[in-house]
């Protein structure tokens, strides 16, 4: 099982950007993905998951509406696309599974190796 993110980058706020998230060695079809980040200084936190049906869940309400994911089966990828981002963006972000159809994914087996956001004001 690999998950690698891409995508990542430096950017003004109010500005966007979209992440993917390439998934190997098991069938994404059938699993949730979830996407986290982690801050300088911070604990890591969820961002946002999606199941195998496609239903989205929200960690946090703050990220409604600036945040939405999306997969693409046919490409074994998931993506994170982000609006009107704000420098509290600023973490590396990790997508993760843990091999489940549903989301939340808490505690993810496997976890890609992250991309940075930069959020500058």
């Known amino acids: 099982v690999q998950l690698a993110e891409s995508g990542g980058g430096s950017v003004q706020a109010g500005g966007s950007l979209r992440l993917s998230c390439a998934a190997s060695?098991?069938?994404?079809?059938?699993?949730?993905i979830a996407w986290f980040r982690q801050a300088p200084g911070k604990m890591r936190e969820g961002v946002i998951c999606?199941?195998?049906?496609?239903?989205?869940?929200y960690y946090r309400d703050s990220m409604k509406g600036r945040f939405a994911v999306s997969r693409d089966n046919a490409k074994n990828t998931v993506y994170l696309q982000m609006n009107n981002l704000k420098p509290e963006d600023t973490a590396v972000y990790y997508c993760?599974?843990?091999?489940?159809?549903?989301?939340?994914?808490?505690?993810?087996?496997?976890w890609g190796q992250g991309t940075q956001v930069t959020v500058s004001s």
């Open positions: 999606i199941s195998e049906s496609g239903d989205t869940m």
């Open positions: 060695g098991f069938t994404l079809d059938y699993n949730a």
């Open positions: 993760a599974t843990d091999l489940i159809p549903n989301c939340p994914v808490e505690r993810a087996a496997y």
